[in-house]
C-alpha cells in the first residue's frame, strides 16, 4: 500500500502564501510506488463536497488546475524525494478548507484515486 502524508498547512492573512508537502511511502502489491502515479490535491471546505484542485502527471511535465486557483496555485513533485508539493500564494478566504492528496491512475475526481492522505488544514483570514 501506498502511505500519504499531508503538511504545511496553517493559518495565513489573505494575499499570504502557504507551501504544502505531500509525502509517500510503501508501495503496491505488483511494486507500484508513488513516481509511477498521477497525484493530485483536493480540497473540502466545512459543509461542501471534497473539490479538485489540480493534478501532476507522474514525470511531473504535466499539470492542470481547477479554475478557481489557475495562476495562483502551482503543483510540482520531486520524485526522488517521493514528494510533491502545493504552492498557494494570493490566498483568498474561500481557500479555506482541509487539503488533502491522492494519488491514482490519472483524473480530475475523487472516484479516480486509491490513495489519500489525512489531510491538512489551510485557513485563510481576511
Known amino acids: 500500500q501506498i502511505q500519504l502524508i499531508e503538511s504545511g498547512g496553517g493559518l495565513t492573512q489573505a494575499g499570504g502564501s502557504l507551501r504544502l508537502s505531500c509525502t509517500a511511502s510503501?508501495?503496491?502489491?505488483?511494486?507500484?510506488?508513488?513516481?509511477?502515479?498521477?497525484a493530485g490535491w483536493f480540497r473540502q471546505a466545512p459543509g461542501k463536497e471534497r473539490e479538485f484542485v489540480g493534478t501532476?502527471?507522474?514525470?511531473?511535465?504535466?499539470?492542470n488546475y481547477a479554475n478557481s486557483v489557475k495562476g495562483r496555485f502551482t503543483i510540482s513533485r520531486d520524485n526522488t524525494k517521493n514528494t510533491m508539493y502545493l504552492q498557494m500564494n494570493s490566498l483568498k478566504p474561500e481557500d479555506t478548507a482541509v487539503y488533502y492528496c491522492?494519488?491514482?491512475?490519472?483524473?480530475?475526481?475523487?472516484?479516480?484515486?486509491?490513495?489519500w492522505g489525512q489531510g491538512t488544514q489551510v485557513t485563510v483570514s481576511s
Open positions: 510503501g508501495r503496491t502489491a505488483s511494486g507500484h510506488t508513488f513516481s509511477s502515479y498521477t
Open positions: 501532476i502527471n507522474w514525470s511531473g511535465t504535466g499539470t
Open positions: 491522492a494519488a491514482g491512475p490519472t483524473g480530475v475526481r475523487v472516484s479516480d484515486y486509491t490513495y
